[in-house]
Each structure stands twice: as C-alpha cells, then as structure tokens.
C-alpha cells in the first residue's frame, strides 16, 4: 500500500499543532475574489502554504496562498448572541485543473481535518444556470454533481482518512444550511438553495453543456468544492458550501455574450463584503461543543 500520501497529510498536521497547539474547530475556504473580504484577516497569524510541510500552493490569480487563523468576534444576527470562534482560514485552494492530482486539491483541508477541525465551510464563485437568479446571488450548496471526472478517495484503498465507500446521501450538512438560511434572513440576504455542478474546467462550459446542466439539475457551475467536500466527509467533517454567482452559464444571455475570468473575479470581490458577513455569521451560528458563547 502507497502510504506516502497519509504521511504527507500527516506531516502537515503534525507541523500545524506545533504551530498552534489548539486548533480552531471550523476551517473557510475562501474562493476565487473572495480572499480579502475577512475584515481584520490581514493581522491575523500567518503561514504561506508553501511554509506548511506537505502542502500544495496555487498560483491563480484572485487567490493569496496563505492560511490565516484568527478569532472572529460578532453578534449573531439571528440569534442576537455575542460570540467568539477562532477559525482557520484557507485563503486560496487549489484546483484540479492547474494539474494538481485529486489528492493534491484536498491535500490543505485533509491536513486542517488532522490538525483538530472540525467542520469546514466551502465557498466559491460560480456560474449561475438560473436565469430568474441577479448575478452577486448566493445560493446555500445543498447538494452537487462531481462531473469533475475526479475523486480524492480513488486509488488509496485503505488509506487511513475513513471509508472508502463513502456515503454521500447528506455532503452538504443540512443542520448547519438551516443556520445559513437564518443568517441570511436575519442580515437581509436573499440566499438561494441549489446543486453545484463541479467541472474540471479551466475552460468556461459551452452552451451545449450548460443546457446538459441544467437538465441534469444543477443551479451553478464551477470548478472546485466537490473533491474537498467528499474527502472532508470521509474524514466526518461537516461540511457546508455556498456559491456566489458571478456570472450567467456561457450562451444563458445569447450568442455573443462572452465569459472572462477577469469579471469572475471582479463579482465575487464586489459582493466579497456581504459574503464575509454572511458565512461570518453562520460561523459563529454553527453548533460546537468547544466555542466560548456569552
Ligand atoms: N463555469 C465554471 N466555473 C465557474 C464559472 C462558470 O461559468 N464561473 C465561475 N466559476
């Protein structure tokens, strides 16, 4: 049996305890444009990826590379409770389709599950197949189509992180949506639910394949989240995702409408802030046994 793969994860986790003894419970992956909507992240403590043993570093642009870890201090906006959580931000992920292997992509999330945390909140700017939906929408991940092509539990049988065979019925975990939901009431924020179609890309779709798409149900396109929600799931991770619209599925607003990365980029900093206010709120919203509420 390979076993280098778990060694590397392993490695990676050993040198984030040391780095901090006291891991926080829930990790954010931020997202294309997404990265510097975190008020007060930029004084937070710091790792480049490329300092963590083991771990992968992406070089897209919209995406810092770091993994930041802090404590968020805010009041619930449903609850009206004041909380404090540390949480570990991933600033930056990787993506199959710069030609890391599955593997690779979840390598950073496999690590903060074996560092301590518990829970991870995937976010992501997509490409929105509903055309009644305003681009700067966010929709609440409540299920996905890996049409990735890809899978981080293919080709390590046994390999230490959980089942093989993983179950999948709930990835997206439905108690934790349901705080995303009230957040996003309490704030204001029209959220709505759909399934997330994981592509490999880089290429954007055809129009023929986003009329596929949407056949086959699917609310938004893009080209992370589904292989770091399966191996967070295979290591009992809870796991929520949600999307920010950033423009409409390729041939949605006619022929001659184009897609370009720049303006991906350009929607999801431009409603970066709300996102931040959002998933924040969640966060502190979610349920753990070890957070200081008062
Ligand atoms: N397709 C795939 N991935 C994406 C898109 C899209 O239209 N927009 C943002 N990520």
Same mark, same amino acid.
């Given at each position: 049996?390979?076993?280098?793969?778990?060694?590397?994860?392993? %490695?990676?986790?050993?040198?984030?305890?040391?780095?901090?003894?006291?891991?926080?419970?829930?990790?954010?992956?931020?997202?294309?444009?997404?990265?510097?909507?975190?008020?007060?992240?930029?004084?937070?403590?710091?790792?480049?990826?490329?300092? *963590?043993?083991?771990?992968?570093? $992406?070089?897209?642009?919209?995406? @810092?590379?770091?993994?930041?870890?802090?404590?968020?201090?805010?009041?619930?906006?449903?609850?009206?409770?004041?909380?404090?959580?540390? *949480?570990?931000?991933?600033?930056?992920?990787?993506?199959?389709?710069?030609?890391? =292997?599955?593997?690779?992509?979840?390598?950073?999330?496999?690590?903060?599950?074996?560092?301590?945390?518990?829970?991870? *909140?995937?976010?992501?700017?997509?490409? /929105?197949?509903?055309? +009644?939906?305003?681009?700067?929408?966010?929709?609440? *991940?409540?299920?996905?189509?890996?049409?990735?092509?890809?899978?981080?539990?293919?080709?390590?049988?046994?390999?230490?992180?959980? %089942?093989?065979? /993983?179950?999948?019925?709930? /990835?997206?975990?439905?108690?934790?949506?349901?705080?995303?939901?009230?957040?996003?009431?309490?704030?204001?924020?029209?959220?709505?639910?759909?399934?997330?179609?994981?592509?490999?890309?880089?290429?954007?779709?055809?129009?023929?394949?986003?009329?596929?798409?949407? =056949?086959?149900?699917? %609310?938004?396109?893009?080209?992370?989240?589904?292989?770091? @929600?399966?191996?967070?799931? %295979?290591?009992?991770?809870?796991?929520?995702?949600? $999307?920010?619209?950033?423009?409409?599925?390729?041939?949605?607003?006619?022929?001659? =409408?184009?897609?370009?990365?720049?303006?991906?980029?350009?929607?999801?900093?431009?409603?970066?802030?709300?996102?931040?206010?959002?998933?924040?709120?969640?966060?502190?919203?979610?349920?753990?046994?070890? $957070? +200081?509420?008062?």
């Amino acid at each position: 049996m390979d076993t280098s793969y778990k060694i590397r994860v392993d %490695q990676s986790a050993e040198f984030l305890k040391k780095w901090n003894t006291n891991a926080p419970d829930l990790c954010l992956v931020l997202g294309s444009g997404l990265g510097n909507a975190i008020p007060g992240i930029d004084s937070m403590p710091a790792l480049k990826f490329s300092e *963590i043993p083991g771990f992968r570093s $992406s070089e897209v642009v919209g995406h @810092a590379s770091e993994l930041r870890v802090g404590n968020v201090n805010a009041t619930h906006p449903a609850t009206g409770k004041s909380i404090t959580r540390k *949480i570990a931000f991933l600033r930056g992920r990787n993506h199959a389709y710069e030609g890391f =292997t599955a593997g690779d992509v979840v390598h950073n999330v496999r690590a903060m599950i074996a560092w301590g945390v518990k829970g991870i *909140i995937l976010t992501n700017a997509a490409g /929105c197949l509903e055309t +009644s939906w305003n681009l700067g929408d966010f929709m609440l *991940i409540e299920d996905h189509i890996n049409l990735s092509g890809l899978n981080p539990l293919s080709g390590l049988p046994g390999n230490g992180f959980g %089942q093989r065979f /993983c179950d999948m019925t709930q /990835c997206y975990d439905p108690a934790w949506g349901k705080v995303f939901l009230e957040s996003a009431a309490a704030l204001g924020v029209n959220l709505h639910r759909g399934t997330y179609a994981g592509v490999l890309g880089p290429s954007y779709e055809t129009p023929a394949e986003i009329r596929m798409l949407r =056949t086959l149900g699917a %609310q938004a396109v893009g080209m992370s989240t589904v292989l770091e @929600a399966i191996a967070a799931r %295979q290591m009992g991770a809870r796991v929520v995702g949600l $999307s920010c619209m950033t423009n409409y599925g390729a041939g949605l607003l006619g022929a001659e =409408t184009r897609l370009d990365h720049s303006d991906v980029v350009h929607m999801g900093a431009s409603v970066a802030k709300t996102m931040a206010e959002l998933v924040l709120g969640t966060a502190l919203g979610l349920a753990f046994a070890h $957070s +200081s509420e008062h």
